[in-house]
């Protein structure tokens, strides 16, 4: 409330807040004190901070974010000719237009997996690294690069961990996506959050932003809940790196809970739920495991109309 009286406004007031977070020592904690900030556009965390690198911990906590329809929202989609050799198995060669694909891209073509995404660029050299290898792409083919917009966006940072995220509503109403975590980093927590009918995605890890991730408590409520399950594109949230704990969540009719790279996982107590009201209804998978050496425990969840 200081803040916002002191910078004229909720959304300027929360920047600000945001910024000092990362600066004041004897601050660890940014309480939002139950107010709600309505977001016309992404919120660049690395740009309103002025950081790219940070490892201290630090805390969001007990508000909302409420996205405004706005055309700041609308994913940025790019098409481009790339050459991939699997003696070079996460990058792109030779790309067409590369200056304007954005880091954080999710990348789609043939012989392409699941949430592979684009963790940075060199533009002189027209090269594009991925956050893994691809399967069947050797050769020259197109690609199509897709930039989802979030309403907290990381992705700035090249090393962020022991980030905190709690009892925080993501209010994404269709229009946006939740958020995206940074390049690389530790231990980010979300706890007790509300991920509210995200546009594309609920949580989305491009690079290993998400090692030792937390996700506790929280509640991912799907925009597509009306659709049949196999017209859904919403997925909750993806990780790349190792050693998430994802614990005592309820998630509602995504086409996808969570695909999950990496290994070491703890996945407890999860209520996902994926039926449609169609009288035949085609099941699709709630959690989608993309590395071979999965060593995973999956226990005591709720795994309802999926598998």
Not at 220 to 239: D, H, K, Y
């Amino acid at each position: 409330a200081t803040y916002a009286r002191a910078f004229g406004s909720d959304l300027e007031g929360f920047r600000r807040a945001l910024q000092a977070l990362f600066y004041f020592s004897d601050h660890v904690t940014f309480d939002m004190s139950g107010r709600r900030v309505d977001v016309p556009g992404p919120l660049d965390v690395a740009t309103i901070s002025g950081q790219t690198s940070f490892a201290i911990r630090r805390v969001l906590q007990n508000g909302s974010l409420n996205a405004i329809a706005s055309t700041a929202w609308n994913p940025a989609v790019f098409t481009s000719v790339a050459t991939y050799s699997v003696a070079n198995a996460t990058q792109l060669t030779g790309v067409a237009n590369v200056a304007n694909i954005p880091v954080g891209s999710l990348v789609q073509g043939t012989g392409v997996g699941r949430e592979v995404y684009v963790t940075g660029k060199n533009v002189g050299a027209g090269t594009i690294q991925l956050s893994q290898p691809l399967y069947g792409a050797a050769g020259t083919r197109n690609y199509t690069f897709t930039r989802f917009k979030y309403l907290l966006d990381f992705s700035g940072f090249s090393l962020l961990s022991r980030f905190e995220i709690q009892e925080v509503e993501l209010n994404c109403l269709g229009i946006a996506s939740g958020v995206m975590l940074a390049m690389a980093g530790s231990v980010f927590r979300f706890d007790s959050c509300t991920f509210n009918q995200p546009r594309n995605r609920g949580i989305t890890s491009a690079g290993t932003g998400c090692q030792g991730l937390y996700v506790d408590y929280c509640q991912f409520l799907s925009n597509e809940q009306s659709l049949p399950a196999q017209n859904r594109v919403t997925i909750a949230m993806n990780v790349q790196a190792n050693d998430c704990k994802i614990r005592n969540n309820r998630i509602v009719r995504f086409r996808h809970f969570a695909v999950m790279n990496g290994t070491s996982h703890m996945v407890y107590a999860n209520h996902f739920f994926q039926g449609d009201d169609e009288p035949a209804g085609v099941r699709l998978a709630g959690l989608i495991f993309t590395q071979t050496n999965v060593a995973t425990v999956v226990a005591g969840n709720y795994i309802d109309n999926c598998f």
